[in-house]
């Protein structure tokens, strides 16, 4: 374990340049004061209660999605949270808040930003800490209470929040390590002292009442001077910049008590500003390349423009809606994505907190309203409950969706790197493939990025048949997180068991493939033809190039892998098939796939070894993870062959 930090400390280190590491003493340095009490904010400034906090948060059409507020705030109440990978429901009114509930762990009560929060035998892991603080539940019950006046929803809000401030102290612990934790704590807190009336609440009527909104709003400041010291910067400032960012312009639109959210509020309006051009491609791409991400960022600079509309910049308004295509364009007709990049089942707010949300249609209606665009709500298929939270929208007064069936939608993201072919779009008789050929990731971590150039993403008659095999874990088991981001977890080609970038560390990557792309639309034919140099750096240079070439009438994909190279290699060409996929060989080299009465059939090379393998821990290979911790058997086809130099490989798929 130690050599392994070494090894990881070097590559983190060679990441970052002269400038970020001159920034990281200082934190350093900044870190030493103030844990012996410098640079604090122990003591608060003046309170001024009389400034005008804003209700931004609209409280119109909550009527008409009544009763799932109550059935949402209940569950909260009665049952508790859905977290991760637990088996039942996680009780969360007064938690243990520095305990990780799936190992027991609990985190000592030290200066939070010197806590060393990866080490599971000292935090266990602190994904589940860090969610729970998140806050997302409190808003259920905030919301409850605000339709139905009833107390038990707003003495649970007070519960919950006392029993944080009194088990996490300031500057002490883990949940004073984060500023992105701590922004979107303040985004859900935001949310919560909306709902319960504001400065008016009749939690803060009387003395008691008076000493509880004046502890609150202490840790608050608290929360605002910890981050607009601590922003994320270098190799860092990727999603976590931007919540942060969110974080703390959405507290000073909330609570502008005191004279220091002029310029905080100021800071992180041109930092969202700012990152929304640095870190999103011109065509609406997160540059982090990750789907769940795209949706999370996009939460972030949403929910931040509608705290202060007038603030924000017509360009960044248009980047918003880019990115909303751009989640229009990559649901299929079932309402399915592919889980390209990391996902953690992150969300900024608990305003879409009950089991039946989606957090990419809920988007979608929301944007849709918002920019008028009947194309993203014929994706939504209607309000949801977090959208009509979000808009003010009557449920029941909603106009009739157009058909998807008569919309078309973007299909080709040079930029970020995405291509769909396909036919009979939104159809029953659909086809939809994704082809990536973009960039690696975000900045010189690529983090949240995997090694899945030239990877193939299909369904077909509304079922998944290729699929992204998505995430699984971060931090706690190092083997599955390097094998869920490696090439042989996605649906493409791996040269000599090595893959195409070279992993670092769990959000790391020595090396970073390159690829391009480009694609050709005809009424009876599409074709993709795409590269990507990641190894160039082996001793003997390969370069892969992958071409595929859609037959609409003839009913089949023609997938030709071409090797570029002068001496032998071992070449492997993964195909992941969905969890209700059944896999069976019709002969040595042909496959036949079925999910649920519709059948695919791929066809292999002669020269070619396939095999199939499903749930193997040993490779490991043959898994899905579609949430945060949990995994599942599915069926991985593997075509395996020996080259000598220059060599062409082709599958073939009937449908």
Same mark, same amino acid.
């Given at each position: 374990?130690?050599?392994?930090?070494?090894?990881?400390?070097?590559?983190?280190?060679?990441?970052?340049?002269?400038?970020?590491?001159?920034?990281?003493?200082?934190?350093?340095?900044?870190?030493?004061?103030?844990?012996?009490?410098?640079?604090?904010?122990?003591?608060?400034?003046?309170?001024?209660?009389?400034?005008?906090?804003?209700?931004?948060?609209?409280?119109?059409?909550?009527?008409?999605?009544?009763?799932?507020?109550?059935?949402?705030?209940?569950?909260?109440?009665?049952?508790?949270?859905?977290?991760?990978?637990?088996?039942?429901?996680?009780?969360?009114? #007064?938690?243990?808040?520095?305990?990780?509930?799936?190992?027991? %762990?609990?985190?000592?009560?030290?200066?939070?930003?010197?806590?060393?929060?990866?080490?599971?035998?000292?935090?266990?892991?602190?994904?589940?800490?860090?969610?729970?603080? +998140?806050?997302?539940?409190?808003?259920?019950?905030?919301?409850?209470?605000?339709?139905?006046?009833?107390?038990?929803?707003?003495?649970? #809000?007070?519960?919950?929040?006392?029993?944080?401030?009194?088990?996490?102290?300031?500057?002490?612990?883990?949940?004073?390590?984060?500023?992105?934790?701590?922004?979107?704590?303040?985004?859900?807190?935001?949310?919560?002292?909306?709902?319960?009336?504001?400065?008016?609440?009749?939690?803060?009527?009387?003395?008691?009442?008076?000493?509880?909104?004046?502890?609150?709003?202490?840790?608050?400041?608290?929360?605002?001077?910890?981050?607009?010291?601590?922003?994320?910067?270098?190799?860092?400032?990727?999603?976590?910049?931007?919540?942060?960012?969110?974080? %703390?312009?959405?507290?000073?639109?909330?609570?502008?008590?005191?004279?220091?959210?002029?310029?905080?509020? *100021?800071?992180?309006?041109?930092?969202?500003?700012?990152?929304?051009?640095?870190?999103?491609?011109?065509?609406?791409?997160?540059?982090?390349?990750?789907?769940?991400?795209?949706?999370?960022?996009?939460?972030?600079?949403?929910?931040?423009?509608?705290?202060?509309?007038?603030?924000?910049?017509?360009?960044?308004?248009?980047?918003?809606?880019?990115?909303?295509?751009?989640?229009?364009?990559?649901?299929?007709?079932?309402?399915?994505?592919?889980?390209?990049?990391?996902?953690?089942?992150?969300?900024?707010?608990?305003?879409?907190?009950?089991?039946?949300?989606?957090?990419?249609?809920?988007?979608?209606?929301?944007?849709?309203?918002?920019?008028?665009?009947?194309?993203?709500?014929? +994706?939504?298929?209607?309000?949801?409950?977090?959208?009509?939270?979000?808009?003010?929208?009557?449920?029941?007064?909603?106009?009739?969706?157009?058909?998807?069936?008569?919309?078309?939608?973007?299909?080709?993201?040079?930029?970020?790197?995405?291509?769909?072919?396909?036919?009979?779009?939104?159809?029953?008789?659909?086809?939809?493939?994704?082809?990536?050929?973009?960039?690696?990731?975000?900045?010189?971590?690529?983090?949240?990025?995997?090694?899945?150039?030239?990877?193939?993403?299909?369904?077909?008659?509304?079922?998944?048949?290729?699929?992204?095999?998505?995430?699984?874990?971060?931090?706690?088991?190092?083997?599955?997180?390097?094998?869920?981001?490696?090439?042989?977890?996605?649906?493409?080609?791996?040269?000599?068991?090595?893959?195409?970038?070279?992993?670092?560390?769990?959000?790391?990557?020595?090396?970073?493939? +390159?690829?391009?792309?480009? #694609?050709?639309?005809?009424?009876?034919?599409?074709?993709?033809?795409?590269?990507?140099?990641?190894?160039?750096?082996?001793?003997?240079?390969?370069?892969?190039?992958? #071409?595929?070439?859609?037959?609409?009438?003839?009913?089949?994909?023609?997938?030709?892998?071409?090797?570029?190279?002068?001496?032998?290699?071992? %070449?492997?060409?993964?195909?992941?098939?969905?969890?209700?996929?059944?896999?069976?060989?019709?002969?040595?080299?042909?496959?036949?796939?079925?999910?649920?009465?519709?059948?695919?059939?791929?066809?292999?090379?002669?020269?070619?070894?396939?095999?199939?393998?499903?749930?193997?821990?040993?490779?490991?290979?043959?898994?899905?993870?579609?949430?945060?911790?949990?995994?599942?058997? *599915?069926?991985?086809?593997? *075509?395996?062959?020996?080259?000598?130099?220059?060599?062409?490989?082709?599958?073939?798929?009937?449908?």
């Amino acid at each position: 374990m130690k050599s392994y930090k070494f090894v990881w400390f070097v590559n983190r280190f060679k990441a970052m340049g002269p400038i970020e590491n001159l920034c990281r003493l200082r934190n350093k340095c900044r870190a030493y004061l103030e844990s012996v009490g410098f640079l604090t904010a122990s003591k608060i400034p003046y309170t001024d209660l009389n400034s005008d906090g804003e209700i931004w948060l609209s409280m119109n059409g909550l009527e008409s999605v009544k009763q799932l507020i109550i059935s949402s705030a209940d569950s909260v109440l009665n049952e508790g949270l859905v977290l991760f990978a637990l088996e039942d429901k996680f009780p969360c009114i #007064v938690p243990e808040w520095n305990t990780d509930p799936l190992t027991g %762990v609990t985190c000592p009560l030290k200066f939070g930003k010197k806590l060393d929060f990866k080490n599971q035998s000292f935090c266990g892991d602190i994904k589940y800490i860090w969610e729970i603080s +998140r806050f997302l539940q409190v808003v259920p019950l905030a919301r409850a209470w605000h339709v139905t006046g009833d107390e038990k929803y707003i003495k649970a #809000v007070h519960l919950m929040i006392e029993s944080w401030l009194d088990q996490c102290p300031y500057m002490l612990g883990v949940n004073w390590n984060s500023s992105l934790e701590i922004g979107v704590r303040l985004i859900n807190w935001s949310i919560a002292w909306q709902y319960i009336g504001g400065i008016n609440s009749p939690l803060f009527k009387g003395a008691a009442g008076h000493k509880f909104r004046d502890r609150w709003l202490t840790s608050i400041f608290q929360h605002m001077h910890f981050i607009d010291a601590w922003y994320s910067k270098g190799s860092s400032a990727n999603n976590h910049l931007i919540g942060e960012a969110a974080g %703390v312009f959405i507290a000073c639109t909330t609570w502008p008590f005191w004279k220091n959210c002029k310029k905080w509020k *100021s800071r992180a309006l041109q930092i969202l500003e700012q990152e929304a051009d640095r870190q999103i491609f011109s065509d609406g791409v997160d540059k982090e390349q990750a789907i769940s991400y795209q949706q999370f960022v996009i939460d972030f600079f949403l929910i931040s423009y509608l705290a202060d509309k007038k603030a924000f910049s017509e360009s960044y308004i248009n980047t918003i809606e880019n990115m909303v295509s751009f989640i229009a364009s990559m649901t299929n007709g079932s309402g399915n994505l592919p889980l390209i990049g990391d996902a953690d089942d992150g969300n900024v707010t608990g305003l879409g907190l009950y089991s039946e949300s989606d957090p990419y249609k809920s988007i979608l209606a929301t944007a849709g309203y918002l920019f008028s665009r009947d194309d993203f709500l014929s +994706r939504a298929g209607g309000y949801d409950l977090k959208s009509v939270c979000l808009t003010g929208i009557d449920r029941d007064s909603i106009k009739p969706l157009i058909s998807a069936e008569n919309i078309l939608f973007k299909r080709s993201f040079e930029n970020g790197g995405y291509y769909i072919l396909g036919d009979n779009f939104s159809s029953e008789l659909e086809l939809f493939i994704v082809v990536y050929s973009g960039p690696l990731g975000y900045g010189r971590l690529a983090a949240h990025g995997h090694a899945d150039a030239l990877s193939i993403y299909l369904s077909y008659k509304k079922r998944e048949f290729l699929i992204d095999p998505g995430t699984y874990v971060y931090n706690s088991k190092p083997a599955w997180r390097e094998y869920f981001r490696g090439t042989s977890a996605h649906n493409t080609v791996r040269i000599d068991r090595c893959d195409q970038s070279e992993q670092g560390g769990d959000f790391l990557w020595k090396t970073h493939a +390159r690829s391009e792309g480009e #694609v050709h639309f005809d009424q009876s034919i599409e074709n993709f033809r795409g590269r990507h140099n990641g190894y160039e750096r082996l001793n003997d240079s390969v370069t892969h190039e992958r #071409v595929i070439s859609l037959n609409k009438a003839g009913q089949q994909i023609v997938v030709q892998d071409h090797i570029h190279c002068k001496e032998a290699h071992f %070449v492997e060409t993964f195909w992941h098939f969905s969890e209700k996929c059944e896999v069976i060989f019709d002969g040595p080299h042909r496959i036949i796939a079925s999910n649920n009465g519709v059948k695919l059939e791929l066809l292999f090379g002669e020269s070619a070894l396939v095999r199939i393998v499903c749930g193997n821990s040993e490779i490991p290979s043959g898994w899905v993870s579609r949430s945060f911790g949990i995994k599942v058997p *599915s069926v991985t086809v593997v *075509s395996e062959v020996q080259i000598e130099g220059d060599s062409s490989l082709i599958t073939k798929i009937l449908y």
